[in-house]
C-alpha cells in the first residue's frame, strides 16, 4: 500500500518535484540506506513513465538519476571509508541483516571495481556496495569509474523501461525485475569471457 501511494504521489506531482524525486532517491538510496524501504529504480522508471507521457524529456530523467546515484554513492563511499562498519550497521537497524553487509563484503573483494558496476544492479548490494568499498579504501578513482559508468547505464535501462512499459505501472514493475535480472546475467557473461579470454592467453603464454 505504500508502495503505490508513493507511486501515484510522483506521477501525480509537478514535473520539477517529479525530477527532484528522480534525482534524491537514487541519491540518498546508498548514503542513508533508503534503498531498503523504496529502491531507487522505482523512482527512475517512473521516471520514463512522466517522459512517455510527455512531461519531460528522457534525457532529462536519465541525466537526473545518473548524478544522483553517482553523487549518492560518493557520499556513501566516504561515509564506510571514515566510519565502517558500526554506522552502517547502526543507520539501518532492522532494515540490514549482517548477512547483507558479509555478502557485499565479500562481493567487493572477491569482484573490486567490477563488483561496483555490477552491485548497482541489484538493490541490496547497490544500498551496501558504496559503503563496503569504502571501508575497504578502495582508490576513490577506481571506485568513480566504475560506480559512474554503472550508475549511467543503470539510469539509462530503468529510465527506458518506464518510457517503454508506459502509464501500467504493473507492466513496469515485472518489466523492471527481469531486466534487472538479464542485465546482471550478461554482465556476469561477459566477466566470465573476459576472464577464460586472459587465462587462455596466459596458458598459450606458458606453453610458448
Do not use: C
Not at 556496495?129 to 530503468?158: C, D, H, K, Q
Amino acid at each position: 500500500m505504500l508502495m503505490t501511494s508513493l507511486v501515484h504521489h510522483i506521477l501525480n506531482v509537478p514535473v520539477w518535484l517529479a525530477i527532484l524525486v528522480v534525482f534524491l532517491l537514487p541519491a540518498l538510496e546508498s548514503s542513508v540506506f533508503v534503498g531498503f524501504i523504496f529502491p531507487g529504480e522505482t523512482a527512475v522508471v517512473l521516471g520514463g513513465v512522466l517522459s512517455f507521457e510527455h512531461k519531460v524529456a528522457l534525457w532529462v530523467v536519465i541525466v537526473a538519476a545518473s548524478l544522483g546515484a553517482i553523487l549518492g554513492d560518493s557520499v556513501g563511499y566516504y561515509v564506510g571509508r571514515r566510519w565502517g562498519h558500526r554506522l552502517i550497521e547502526r543507520a539501518g537497524g532492522r532494515f540490514i541483516k549482517r548477512s547483507q553487509v558479509d555478502k557485499a563484503v565479500s562481493f567487493v573483494a572477491k569482484r573490486g571495481g567490477p563488483g561496483v558496476f555490477v552491485g548497482r544492479f541489484t538493490t541490496a548490494l547497490r544500498v551496501l556496495v558504496p559503503g563496503i568499498a569504502g571501508m575497504a579504501e578502495m582508490r576513490y578513482r577506481t571506485f568513480l569509474t566504475f560506480n559512474a559508468s554503472g550508475g549511467i547505464a543503470w539510469s539509462i535501462v530503468f529510465a527506458t523501461i518506464g518510457y517503454v512499459a508506459g502509464n501500467s505501472f504493473a507492466s513496469v514493475e515485472k518489466q523492471a525485475s527481469t531486466a534487472g535480472l538479464v542485465v546482471i546475467g550478461a554482465i556476469v557473461a561477459v566477466l566470465l569471457l573476459f576472464g577464460l579470454y586472459r587465462y587462455l592467453r596466459e596458458f598459450r603464454r606458458e606453453r610458448a
